[in-house]
């Protein structure tokens, strides 16, 4: 058995808080070290509960000091590309949240400093790493849902409600605003099902008064899979609105979609994000013909999974991956097809609504 891989927290806040089950209950494969946050007590109380003596205010003197071989961020979203370089180059293998990083060119400088370096760098999308989605894409791949011709999406509601005054997920700036700190997670996953966007026609609006620097609460978008599907997303982040979001994968052969999680599914379940993933295969009875959809759990028995924790799960394959050498799932020159989506639905709303072209970004 190798040795358990030595990390490094940068971020203490509330997403790197989910990611404390895999630190504290996987130690046999990943051992957090060292804890970073520009916040001292933040990064001191969550040293606490993770059992870490080593604590960091300043990035760059963890990487120079600290006893790790890889850094897990989880920092606001426009500070993702610079953390991930600087711990590139001082060759740390790299796994960050979503989304990858404001801009095109930041993901590109990441890619580059990890290929340069020799490291792992890898996207935490950890819709990917449920049971549910991982059952989903065997499903496709097994060809059960036939030719996949359309796909949906829709994220509407005000959530728990809306972060504080002049919080960063408001401002466009720092990475806020629908498509990136949450509809990401959606776009993420039509993509690990169908494949890549080659064009996108969009439309986003900044509604709310308290939006910053043109975050977008409203979005309508249509995408144009590589595969010859094509895609419709729309998000609303009205507190007016009906709460709801899930996904729909229409294809020749069979239909699968989510389900709005309930309150108790959202309180116990790591797969809160959505509720259950229904499916239907198209069946002839004889002497019959078609007898219309029939709508069944989709079974994720045999899924080759850890845990049924999404985020455990990604760290734990962060983790062997960079112990085997192996390419993660979510890699950076993977997940840099995601951002180009979002980028894209920026650019045709910047262009009144025209198609753009993801090669062209």
Same mark, same amino acid.
């Given at each position: ?11 203490? #806040? ?14 046999? !494969? ?14 001191? $109380? ?44 001082? #060759? ?23 290929? $340069? ?35 949906? *999406?829709?994220?509407?509601?005000? =959530?728990? +409600?809306?972060?504080?005054? #002049? ?32 064009? &996108?026609?969009? &439309? ?8 910053? $620097? =043109? ?43 989510? %389900?709005? /999680? %309930? ?23 004889? =002497? !019959?013909?078609?007898?219309? /959809? ?7 028995? +045999? &899924?080759?999974? /850890? ?20 390419? /993660? ?5 993977? $997940?840099?097809? *995601?951002?180009?989506?979002?980028? #894209? ?17």
């Amino acid at each position: 058995m190798s040795e358990p891989l030595k990390i490094g927290l940068i971020g203490s #806040g509330g997403i790197a808080r989910r990611h404390l089950t895999a630190f504290l209950n996987h130690r046999d !494969q990943v051992r957090l070290m060292a804890v970073c946050d520009i916040v001292e007590d933040a990064a001191r $109380n969550y040293a606490t509960r993770a059992g870490v003596d080593a604590v960091y205010l300043d990035v760059h003197d963890m990487l120079r000091h600290a006893d790790i071989e890889a850094v897990d961020i989880c920092t606001t979203h426009d500070t993702h590309a610079p953390l991930a370089v600087a711990a590139a180059q001082a #060759g740390k293998h790299v796994i960050v949240e979503k989304a990858m990083a404001n801009t095109l060119q930041g993901c590109r400088d990441m890619i580059a400093a990890a290929d $340069n370096a020799g490291v792992k760098l890898m996207i935490a999308q950890h819709l990917r790493y449920s049971p549910e989605a991982q059952a989903a894409k065997r499903a496709i791949d097994d060809g059960r849902l036939g030719e996949i011709h359309a796909v949906r *999406t829709h994220l509407m509601g005000g =959530g728990n +409600g809306r972060p504080r005054e #002049g919080h960063w997920m408001d401002d466009r700036k720092r990475g806020g605003g629908m498509l990136m700190v949450t509809s990401v997670h959606h776009l993420d996953l039509l993509r690990f099902y169908v494949g890549n966007v080659k064009r &996108v026609t969009a &439309v986003c609006r900044s509604l709310a008064p308290h939006l910053q $620097n =043109g975050a977008e609460d409203l979005v309508a978008a249509t995408l144009e899979f590589e595969s010859g599907a094509i895609g419709d997303v729309f998000g609303v982040g009205s507190s007016l609105a009906p709460e709801g979001r899930g996904y729909i994968l229409f294809g020749s052969k069979g239909t699968l979609h989510s %389900t709005t /999680p %309930t309150a108790a599914e959202s309180e116990t379940s790591p797969t809160r994000h959505f509720g259950k993933l229904m499916l239907s295969i198209k069946e002839e009875a004889p =002497g !019959q013909g078609w007898t219309g /959809p029939n709508f069944e759990p989709l079974d994720t028995s +045999g &899924v080759d999974l /850890p845990t049924t924790d999404y985020f455990v799960n990604e760290i734990l394959h962060f983790a062997q991956c960079c112990r085997t050498g192996s390419e /993660p799932i979510s890699s950076g020159r993977d $997940n840099i097809e *995601t951002i180009k989506i979002i980028m #894209g639905i920026f650019e045709s709303s910047r262009r009144g609504g025209e198609a753009v072209d993801l090669d062209d970004l």
